[in-house]
């Protein structure tokens, strides 16, 4: 059997291992993904940490996967060898569960996750469900590809289906692995863009990418600058802090919806008068399908955005990771692969 790399987690709280495995063979309706690169996402954590239920060791982390098909499984018709395709948070669904039935696959009662549920891809070849590969067109390179199945859709898919318009006032709060993007999106889109990060360091940036508004939340109070701009449509919560996010809450101009991508365990605390006055709401968006992934693909094709990445090999996996995790990375970090 032919052999590959792959960086595993052995058991909960462990380094990252680089082992040798064989390549792995496709199942009925699966394909053979020779990946060439893996975004790291701040997500892997729950597969390093174990802060998942159920995950079965040793897992190989990653969803945020662009490669190129190398095999299909028997019951796979939709796809063909030498495919450009990638796979992000969603990893297929189940077709059976309420959510499923109604076409909301995304919220699959026992959604599988790559990198969690089945080996991901910190690794030179993996499996995947037919069902949760993305096209990858012509235009983006993979190591660019990989963050936008995850941090890109994301962002991507919260802002078309908020309900802003060109023109509309949207706020992105942060200017990290998911701000850097919601703000070269929400331009893109047509808004009128206004950041929302602590500190001036970010703002050449953030005018960079697109922003015609910058408010420094240290030197000022965030929510009453976006009322005098006239009170945001939208504010898209990037940065996995509660406490932010509340203080920001007031942004909101009538029928405002503040959307919240940052995951974070600290609460929002929003009062059912913030609520009730002007018909405010909150609203968490998860990632989406593997068509979104295709639609987010091709609009950052067509618009030019970008992920900001720095790229590591698979050996220095480790290395990768922690430098994500620290914070300090500029903004997604990918592994890249030499299969």
């Known amino acids: 059997m032919a052999k590959m790399k792959a960086a595993q987690v052995t058991q909960p709280g462990s380094p990252l291992e680089l082992v040798e495995r064989e390549v792995p063979v496709p199942g009925r309706r699966q394909v053979r993904i020779r990946v060439q690169a893996c975004g790291i996402c701040h997500s892997d954590v729950f597969t390093k940490e174990n802060l998942w239920p159920g995950i079965q060791y040793p897992r190989v982390p990653g969803h945020e996967i662009a490669g190129v098909i190398d ?3 028997p019951g796979v018709a939709a796809w063909a060898k030498g495919q450009r395709v990638g796979v992000g948070w969603f990893g297929g669904h189940c077709g059976q569960c309420p959510a499923c039935r109604r076409g909301d696959f995304i919220n699959c009662a026992s959604l599988p996750v790559p990198g969690i549920s089945y080996d991901g891809g910190y ?5 995947a469900p037919a069902d949760a590969v993305a096209l990858v067109p012509d235009g983006i390179s993979p190591e660019e590809a990989a963050p936008l199945l995850c941090a890109g859709i994301t962002t991507f898919n919260a802002l078309r289906h908020s309900g ?6 949207v706020a992105v709060q942060g200017v990290g692995g998911l701000g850097h993007l919601g703000i070269q999106f929400a331009y893109k889109f047509g808004y009128r863009v206004a950041v929302v990060s602590r500190g001036k360091a970010n703002a050449d940036l953030a005018r960079k990418l697109g922003a015609h508004h910058y408010i420094d939340s240290q030197a000022s109070n965030a929510a009453e600058e976006l009322q005098k701009l006239g009170g945001a449509r939208v504010i898209l919560a990037t940065a996995p802090s509660g406490k932010a996010m509340t203080a920001l809450f007031d942004g909101l101009g009538t029928n405002g919806k503040m959307v919240v991508v940052g ?6 605390q929003v009062t059912p008068i913030q609520l009730i006055g002007g018909r405010k709401s909150l609203q968490g968006w998860p990632a989406g399908t593997s068509s979104d992934s295709e639609d987010a693909l091709n609009f950052a094709v067509s618009s030019g955005v970008r992920p900001m990445i720095e790229k590591y090999p698979l050996e220095r996996a480790n290395e990768a990771y922690e430098r994500m995790m620290s914070g300090k990375a500029e903004y997604r970090v990918v592994l890249t692969m030499s299969a």
């Open 123 to 127: 690794e030179e070849y993996m499996l």
């Open 263 to 268: 995951a974070s365990p600290e609460p929002i």
């Open 164 to 169: 802003a318009r060109p023109g509309d006032l």
């Open 71 to 73: 095999e299909v499984g």
